[in-house]
């Protein structure tokens, strides 16, 4: 059944997650928590939104499947190019 | 592809739950969903764009976000995921059959949204007045080029509100028929989903 409020519920933590965010771009902090942090919310509220406010669950699989894969790929891409940006560097270097 | 409707819901201060749905629905309409995954597919070739230019320009990204206004990336966020809890509160209410309760809700999605651009015009000429233009290195070069991409499809989704908000004035959307409002919709969570990725990625990572 229908939750009353829950709507509400998911927008103030967005709005949290996102204030948090504000408070860590203010520390200038870098380097791997930072980066572990980021692809977590990045995750987290992606999925926030595609599961409430897209009403994902229960809907068509493929899409459903598919919206998941962006907000796990691109957090995934964080890490690896924090941990990986030399190997990404040579990849990519021409000539 | 179940394209049923949703059933009219009772209350439209909720999410609607999967056992309130035919299972495997498609929220919307096929068409909004290809245009959609074109979009993604578009800004996850732009954020590779993005890492292969931070591995390289280390420096560049690590000073990069200390020039910026968070806070207007902040203001960014909120109005958007703010815009975008009135589009489901404006779904959940046509969905009751409320339709003036539903326009209102689309106004007021369109308003905040129009809040963006707003928003965007004040920081670029704060940025410019800073010396922060095009021209003022690579990473700005990468946060002028994503996020000015990201405003012209949240114009997209604008104009997309504009419509099902005269079409809703109009009497056109019931709880039977609401695909075009809901597609709309579906395009507009889609915008939010993309800035939630490209406002740490200027704003907040190093």
């Known amino acids: 059944m229908l939750r009353t409020g829950h709507a509400e519920r998911v927008w103030l933590l967005l709005v949290v997650l996102t204030l948090g965010s504000a408070w860590l771009a203010e520390t200038g902090r870098s380097g791997w928590p930072l980066a572990m942090v980021v692809a977590a919310l990045i995750a987290a509220k992606g999925r926030m939104v595609i599961d409430h406010y897209m009403e994902m669950t229960g809907a068509n699989t493929r899409i459903r499947r598919l919206l998941h894969l962006f907000v796990t790929v691109v957090p995934l891409m964080v890490l690896l190019s924090h941990g990986w940006s030399d190997v990404l560097r040579r990849l990519t270097t021409i000539g | ?206």
């Not at chain 2, 049923?4 to 819901?9: Q, R």
């Open chain 2, 1 to 206: 592809m179940n394209l049923a409707p949703a059933p009219a819901l009772a209350d439209a201060s909720a999410f609607a739950t999967a056992a309130e749905f035919p299972s495997g629905r498609v929220p919307g309409n096929p068409g909004i969903w290809v245009g959609i995954f074109c979009v993604l597919v578009e800004f996850l070739l732009l954020f590779c764009v993005y890492f292969v230019a931070k591995a390289h320009y280390r420096v560049a990204f690590l000073t990069g976000p200390d020039k910026l206004a968070t806070i207007a990336g902040v203001a960014i966020t909120v109005l958007l995921l703010t815009s975008g809890y009135c589009m489901v509160k404006a779904v959940a209410a046509i969905r009751r059959d409320a339709r003036r309760a539903t326009a209102l809700w689309v106004l007021l999605a369109m308003v905040l949204g129009l809040g963006y651009p707003l928003v965007k015009f004040f920081e670029i000429r704060w940025n410019v007045a800073h010396g922060i233009d095009g021209q003022a290195g690579i990473f700005y070069t990468a946060y002028y080029y994503l996020t000015l991409n990201h405003l012209v499809h949240v114009s997209w989704g604008l104009l997309g509100l504009a419509w099902v908000g005269v079409r809703t004035l109009l009497g056109v959307y019931s709880p039977k028929d609401y695909g075009g409002l809901e597609a709309a919709a579906m395009y507009w969570h889609t915008t939010d989903v993309i800035w939630l990725v490209i406002f740490p990625f200027f704003y907040v990572l190093r």
